[in-house]
Each structure stands twice: as C-alpha cells, then as structure tokens.
C-alpha cells in the first residue's frame, strides 16, 4: 500500500509472524520503552547504544597511535581526528538506521544476501577483526596492571582473562545499569586525560592550528595518519551499533522512525563528541611532553619510540606521580570497558552471519583465548616494545578489514529495496561513498607501498624475494577482487518488510496507533544483552 504522497511506507518484521501476532517478549517489564509521542523528552530511552560504540574510538590502540603521534608531529595530526571523528558519526549513523528501519542487523543482512561460500569468509573476516580489535585490550590492560600495581606485563596478559568473571558478574544487573557502567567509564577516561591537561599545559593556540589546519610534514606522516584512521573507524563497531539499537521498542510511524534515527544519531553525536575530546587530549598531552624545553636526553629518546608502557615513565618523569597514575586508571578503564563490547559485538556476529548463539561467557572466553595467545607470546619474546609494536599491527589489521564491513552498509542504506523511504538520499550517498573510497584507497596505497618497501630493504635473496612479490601481490590481487565483487554485487534480498495503510500511518502518526504500532524489541538480541529487569518507560 502506498502513502499519500505515493511513497510505501515500511515497518520491519521481528519474526515470521505477522504484524499483530503476540509480541517476542511478553512481559512488558523487560522493554525499554519509548512513548508513542513527540517530545524531546524521549531521546532519555533512545541513550546507551552510542556510548557503548564510543568505547572502541578510545581502546588502547587509539591511546597508542594517538601517543606517537604526539611525539613525533606535535599536533600536527590532530586535523586527522577531526576528519576521523566527523566520518566515523556519518557512518555510525547509518549502521543505526540501518537496524531501526529493518529490524535486522548488519550482520543477519550478510546471511541474508550473500551466498554461503562468500557470507563464510566474509564471517571469518569479522571475527579476525574482533580478536585484532582484543589484542589492544588485552595488552593495554596488562600494561595498565604493570603502571598500578607494578605486574609484570606476561601476568597482566593472563590476568585479562578475569574480565571475563567480571562480564559474568554485571549479568545479573540489567542492560540499563551496564550502559550507564560504560558510561561512567567513559567519563572517568575524559576526567583523567583532562586532568593530564592541566599538567602538561599545551598552548591552545597551537593546539587549534593543528586541528583545523590540515598538513603532513615529516616523514612517516602519512603512515601515522593511517593508523590514526584505522585505529578511529573499526569494522566490528558497525555489526555491533546496528544491533544495540534493537533493543528499544520505538513507535513503528513514519515520525517514529524517523525520531529514532534522529536521536540515535544525536545520542552518537554526543558520545563520540566526548570519544574525540580524548583523543585530542592524549595527542595533546604527548604533543607538549615530548616537545618540551625541559626534556633530558633519556626522555627525549622515550619520545622517538613511545608506546603505552613508556608513556606513563614519561608523565612520571616530567609531569609527576599523578600524573603517570591518572593515565594508568585510564588505559584499565578502556581496556575493561572494551572487553564488554568486543564481547557484544562478537556475539552479535556469529548469531548474524551462522543463525548460531553461543553462552556470552563461553564467547568470552573464546574471544579472549585468542587474542591472549599472541599477545602471551609477543609478551614473552619481546617484552612490553614487542606489546606495543603488536597494537600496532592489530589497528592495520582492523583498518584492512574496514572495506569488507563498510562497503555492505552503504549499500544496504541506499537501497531502497532494504530500506524504502528510509534509504540514503543522493546527497548522503555521495558523501558517504567518498568516505568510503578515501579510507579504502588510502588503506590500498599503505598496503602497496609498504610491501614494496618491506622486499627492497629486506636481506633475501634474489629468488625469495621474487616468490614473496608473487605471493604478496597474489594476495592483494584477491583483497582487490573481494572489495570489487562487494561493490559491483548488486543487492538482490528485501528486508521483510510490511506496508502501512495510509490511514493506519496517519493514526500512527498522530499519536492515536493502537499498542501494536511498536516494534517489539527482538528477543534474541535482548537475550544477548545482559538480562533487562525493569521497564524503562519515560512517561
């Protein structure tokens, strides 16, 4: 049925029931609800998913880039934020839209529109960039222990497990209350780095130069930048915002959609606002420390190769005690917020790509296995420089892999065919495939350029070099060809979707729908989250 302005309008199915069967969740006191009514009033139900998002832009694998970044271009680099931040709400953004409008995931949309041997690698794929997205996890809070409590980092490593337990314990508690845990996480990282500010004292003018005026100088900037980026935008956060946003029982109106979407990205906005402010502290914390006056000979050294551990001597030596302590209680705040929603995400990823559900703890700890078993080693072998370098790695990884998660989302939001009205216009489109192409270009030209680099400086001989280049540009030749198949690959499913009846959008609209003008949340992905005990209903 059309609308009358001739547009369908859609409503997302939660199952293969029709639209007034029984409600997934029959005890209203496990829904957070949001009224069927305008009012500014109702973002309060819409806050949570954008924070728990937030927490993978200030991980231990942004602390660490934005830490060298600092130290060797000052705050020449800071504009890279700027641009990372604005890019990364725009495709937060429709990664919400995206679960809202449909009432399906990112994730259930591979299942759903790919053929098994592609949904298959592309699921594989998206666990490596759950346990790349860990291992920064994992380290930071080794380090963190190491700062604290003076652990050796190998124990630190082991320990991470433990999170683990801690995960199993907020279960009891409520989706709500870990949302506002986040939170307070997320505060008490800005508190610290603000803190920090205030020792390190960095002059605001040239602070504002370097975030607006955009410049590479030096070499090994644009190397920098990349891993600022990839470290900024991560693929596993898009599976994980369109799921979360599915847990809200929103009016199924035109105006209920919309204002969704519209307080999702508001909500975002604010979350990943707060996200951008630390990453500019830390860049301009490090920026000041290592460009001071007052540096000895040992600490400007530091400065040339800085990483998470050698970060918190440097505040030390320089700034003070606190100082090195504040940074310490950040870093073990990030990593143990982080560990809850790689835990999400992973959870959300195998459910969506192979229908299959595993207990949270056991995912947990599979997740954790796997990105302690490299960092262990790296731990061992090389100490904490080896830790650090191995962040590193993981950021490229992520970034690498950003291709094979964002190029489906913007495809799916701009089809009308997934999402009716709701679909990108031309002018959201454009911009977004511009992102998209710009991060994928530039993850190209690093992969290219450094490989090339890596067998000219290297001391093989002749022969091996020549089989490495042949096995090095077969395998970009297939990244190459995976992205080109993502992007030519025309979408061939529909979302199941039912239309309104014009009078039926009208009532909705105004306010007079019947109760069944919600979409339920889904069950399966409430189940996932941590058990919901009172209703939120903001009245």
């Not at 200030?58 to 060298?68: K, S, V, Y």
């Not at 009078?503 to 919600?518: C, H, L, P, T």
């Not at 996932?528 to 009172?534: G, N, V």
Request: charged fraction near 15%; hydrophobic fraction near 50%.
């Amino acid at each position: 049925m059309a609308s009358a302005s001739g547009q369908p309008q859609f409503i997302a199915s939660t199952g293969n029931h029709g639209f007034y069967d029984a409600p997934l969740i029959q005890n209203s006191e496990d829904q957070i609800v949001v009224p069927d009514r305008t009012s500014w009033k109702n973002i309060f139900a819409y806050i949570g998913p954008g924070f728990l998002v937030s927490i993978a832009y200030i991980d231990p694998g942004n602390f660490e880039t934005d830490l060298q970044a600092g130290a060797q271009y000052k705050y020449g680099l800071l504009w890279i934020i700027l641009v990372a931040s604005c890019a990364a709400l725009i495709i937060q953004s429709l990664a919400a839209k995206l679960g809202v409008v449909t009432g399906k995931h990112l994730a259930e949309h591979f299942r759903m529109e790919y053929p098994k041997l592609p949904n298959f690698i592309l699921w594989v794929l998206a666990e490596i960039a759950i346990v790349a997205c860990d291992i920064p996890e994992v380290i930071g809070t080794a380090f963190a222990l190491n700062m604290l409590f003076k652990i050796p980092v190998w124990c630190g490593v082991l320990l991470t497990g433990l999170s683990t337990l801690m995960l199993l314990a907020l279960q009891q508690y409520g989706v709500r209350k870990l949302e506002f845990l986040i939170a307070f996480l997320v505060l008490t990282i800005a508190a610290c780095f603000f803190g920090e500010l205030g020792y390190a004292k960095p002059v605001a003018s040239e602070v504002l130069d370097g975030l607006f005026v955009p410049q590479l100088k030096g070499d090994g900037a644009t190397g920098l930048a990349i891993s600022l980026l990839g470290a900024m935008v991560m693929p596993h956060n898009l599976f994980l915002h369109s799921a979360l946003v599915l847990s809200r029982k929103i009016p199924r109106s035109v105006r209920g959609i919309k204002e969704a979407c519209r307080f999702y990205m508001i909500e975002s906005a604010f979350a990943l606002m707060l996200a951008f402010l630390i990453n500019i502290s830390i860049i301009s914390v490090s920026g000041a420390v290592c460009n001071s006056t007052s540096l000895n000979p040992q600490d400007q050294a530091g400065c040339q190769d800085l990483d998470l551990n050698k970060a918190s001597f440097l505040l030390r030596n320089v700034l003070g005690r606190w100082s090195s302590k504040l940074f310490a209680i950040a870093l073990l705040a990030s990593g143990q917020s982080s560990t809850i929603t790689g835990t999400y995400a992973g959870q959300y990823v195998m459910q969506g790509f192979l229908d299959l559900r595993l207990t949270p703890w056991v995912r947990n700890f599979l997740t954790r296995c796997l990105a302690i078993i490299p960092s262990l080693i790296v731990a061992l072998a090389g100490g904490s420089a080896g830790a650090g370098k191995l962040i590193i790695i993981a950021s490229m990884i992520l970034s690498f892999e950003l291709p094979f998660a964002l190029i489906p989302l913007l495809k799916f939001t701009s089809s009308k065919t997934k999402m009716g009205q709701y679909a990108n216009s031309i002018a959201v489109a454009a911009v977004t495939w511009m992102i998209g192409s710009l991060i994928m270009g530039i993850n190209v030209y690093y992969l290219v350029s450094g490989f090339v680099k890596l067998l000219l400086n290297s001391h093989l001989k002749l022969g091996a070099k020549v089989f490495c280049g042949i096995l090095g540009f077969s395998g970009m030749a297939v990244y190459l060809a995976g992205i080109i198949y993502l992007v030519l690959r025309k979408n061939k499913e529909a979302s199941h979707l039912l239309a309104l009846t014009t009078a039926e959008s009208w009532q909705s609209d105004n306010g007079q729908g019947d109760a069944s003008m919600f979409s339920h949340p889904r069950e399966d992905i409430v189940s996932m989250q941590l058990p919901q005990r009172t209703r939120v209903d903001l009245d």
